[in-house]
């Protein structure tokens, strides 16, 4: 097994590229795509501050680690979504990435800053957890990019996590949703851009990724996903691939390129529906934005509405590295 | 476990319409199924002669049963295709099926007809056995309808069947061929109507129905399909249905209710590309039809046009029955 590039040693092979490469070579074609999907999506300007999600995976881990490498000005924020010792472990990868390397990682942690957790949330909701958790990772890292001014929030999303939420909004035929499957979301309505730059890579390669670059990363799913739709989807795309490879790149590309267009004319937020929330002042398409009613059904607060003064409040708002995120006043003062 | 609709003990569960049902209501909820099919998509009026393809299996031997039991004059046609003593078999249940029924069959034997096999005609044409045995299919079920004067082709695909194609059309995004797949494609250009009556029933109620109503059927899955794309493609969906009872029918109806439109302004044929084969006088996109082509290169003959005089043909048309079909002289003459 031979190096594409180079012919010395591969370590891998990935089979819808027909090819195998050597650890250099991998590294290279990662950070290469990335570029690609960048460029062909239009996702980030050279001199664009991002804001990374954060998870302590291996995808937002890898993410944050090839935009810092090609250039960017990028930012971690990670989000403590109190699911036991998931969380406290992941919480610790995300931590010592940033630590090692010097980068600024913001912090927040749903129970401290909101009085609820992902488990509890989806119960009063009676939401599905993955639902709940979504919604609450969406609304908090709007918010932290309109509070820290960032161009764009970068999530890695990969093409397996892509291919199966479109797989998913097509077993449903889900129209709204597919009109908006795109990598790159623009800004618009008080709603950051957001952009999915690891499309053009598959899971088991930003875990050779991080392998292979000495990244730690948290490599349990998280256990309350466990079970649920979205990885039955993967698997089911899995089998697919098995038997034929680039399956699931030309189902998501195919989809990209010749079809997207027939159910939204335009990846943009028309905003005709869309006001202010009248309790946290996010954009929401209802009186009061879906964070907003989530945190009143479970008896939460939004910290900068709590009855006790705000320097009593519990925001472990962490910066490691020099801190371009705005801090606990900050925030209050973007929610009033 | 009870009826449904009786509460007498019930022999089977269908999960995606969460009931179970006892033989008599069982075999009524098929029949209310394709008379659902039928009506929903105008597929068959109740004066229709209707030409059955017979393959020997569950689903059409069911589907030729049940439009007999709703009163429609349907005749079969068993094709020959040569596949070893796969094809034997099958064509002893066809030939049962309908001897003990009184009904109509014709067989045609591709080897006998025409000079070769579908693994031979396969090789020839450098395609896939599938591909070259649904061109043969589709071109002698179409011609038997002309001469036959029938006023559709009937075939047995079910539920399972049609999601796993569209799943495949999908993961690829055959824009074409997702414009056209509809339960009734309207006759047209010399091409006869097709429906599908099976639409709203899944394989397993297929095979419990023939159980159940004395139906004996070639079990056997056709040794040429065995490992390809669509058998991938239904058990892909097996395990979402696995996972969410209904998900098949929520995908394709779904489709058919609200996407399909999207892909294809209308079900019929436009005819602008359609002209005459000039071997055979079959309708054709090119000067020579599909079905004409493949035979020149697998060095077969159209009966019609074979040195031999037509009477030392290999032909066995053979009718059980009342026969409705054409003979051997009825085909050559259609053909020139």
């Not at 190096?3 to 010395?8: A, L, M, Q, T």
């Not at 009186?287 to 705000?310: I, N, Q, Y």
């Amino acid at each position: 097994m031979k190096c594409r590039v180079c012919r010395e040693p591969a370590v891998i092979d990935i089979r819808r590229h027909n090819a195998n490469f050597c650890v250099e070579h991998f590294l290279r074609l990662c950070r290469d795509q990335v570029v690609k999907a960048i460029d062909r999506h239009e996702m980030l300007r050279p001199t664009d501050r991002v804001l990374v999600a954060i998870s302590g995976g291996k995808d937002s881990l890898a993410l944050w680690d090839i935009l810092v490498a090609l250039g960017y000005e990028a930012d971690g924020l990670y989000l403590g979504l109190g699911i036991g010792d998931y969380s406290a472990s992941s919480e610790g990868f995300a931590r010592r990435f940033a630590e090692e390397r010097g980068l600024s990682l913001e912090v927040v942690d749903l129970q401290e800053e909101y009085g609820f957790n992902v488990p509890e949330g989806a119960r009063a909701a009676r939401r599905v957890p993955c639902s709940a958790c979504g919604l609450s990772k969406r609304h908090l890292f709007d918010e932290a990019a309109r509070r820290g001014e960032y161009d764009a929030v970068a999530t890695g999303h990969n093409l397996d996590d892509e291919a199966a939420v479109l797989f998913g909004n097509v077993l449903r035929w889900q129209q709204d949703y597919l009109g908006r499957q795109r990598p790159v979301l623009p800004a618009g309505c008080g709603f950051p851009r957001k952009v999915k730059p690891l499309v053009r890579l598959g899971e088991r390669e930003m875990a050779a990724y991080c392998v292979l670059r000495g990244i730690e990363y948290m490599v349990e799913e998280c256990p309350m996903a466990v079970g649920n739709k979205h990885l039955g989807y993967k698997e089911a795309l899995n089998a697919i691939e098995e038997q034929s490879p680039g399956s699931k790149h030309d189902f998501y590309f195919g989809y990209l390129d010749r079809v997207v267009d027939r159910f939204g004319e335009s990846a943009g937020r028309d905003g005709s529906d869309i006001g202010t929330c009248a309790r946290c002042g996010a954009p929401a398409g209802n009186e009061v934005c879906a964070f907003c009613r989530l945190l009143e059904r479970v008896g939460g607060a939004d910290p900068g509405h709590r009855s006790e003064p705000a320097g009593t409040g519990n925001r472990t708002s962490v910066s490691i590295g020099p801190t371009r995120v705005g801090t606990t006043g900050g925030v209050t003062g973007a929610r009033q």
